[in-house]
């Protein structure tokens, strides 16, 4: 198999079965996406160790053994959802734009109609909700079951302890919980 740094925690088959998303879109756009989300957000959610132990189990064909019930949970049950609708949000843009010799431009189908910027604004944060709430659900699973994810204590605990505690994506901080820089002695997120 594959290098480890490159093996993805969803597949393009999973999105398209569990979401809205058309079967008829092409993975040349899906799976470089699924890349992207996976390497930045959920490497900032779950830390580089968590990721990487995830993508090396899946490798040597252990997340299947027994003793990694946490780890398959952790992968089925939280992150791939999670993973799916971040993708979705993410995509809406790609998909409606194609980046061409002449510059950017919008795709259009005669058969077609595009929607509006608005409508694909609304659906792209549709979907990053649903994106959130995932993420919620995957930070508390982490957060209640920290022993059972030595790389939680391994890597840089402090760093992503507060982004195990908000979920929330948008632009805009109000000096919540990920903004506190409280420091104390690192014995599990």
């Known amino acids: 198999m594959s290098n480890s ?35 930045i957000e959920l490497r900032n959610c779950i830390g580089t160790c968590l990721l990487s132990s995830l993508q090396e189990k ?31 949000s993410n995509i809406t843009d790609i998909v409606a734009n194609k980046v061409v010799n002449a510059g950017v431009m919008q795709t ?46 391994e890597c840089d605990c402090q760093r992503i302890r507060e982004n195990l505690h908000t979920a929330y994506s948008g632009g805009l901080w109000l000096g919540g919980r990920r903004g506190k820089m409280y420091r104390r002695p690192c014995k599990g997120c």
């Open 58 to 88: 899946i490798v040597s064909g252990d997340i299947e053994k027994e003793g990694n019930e946490a780890y398959k949970d952790l992968l089925d049950i939280y992150v791939q959802p999670y993973l799916s609708y971040l993708v979705l």
């Open 108 to 153: 259009d189908d005669e058969h077609q109609t595009n929607s509006y910027r608005t409508d694909k604004n609304d659906l792209k944060l549709t979907f990053l909700r649903f994106s959130d709430s995932y993420k919620r659900l995957l930070q508390e699973f982490l957060l209640n079951n920290s022993t059972a994810f030595p790389e939680l204590k």
């Open 5 to 39: 740094k490159e093996v993805l925690l969803t597949s393009e088959n999973y999105i398209k079965s569990t979401t809205p998303l058309s079967d008829s879109l092409a993975g040349k756009y899906l799976l470089p996406t699924i890349k992207i989300c996976q390497d």
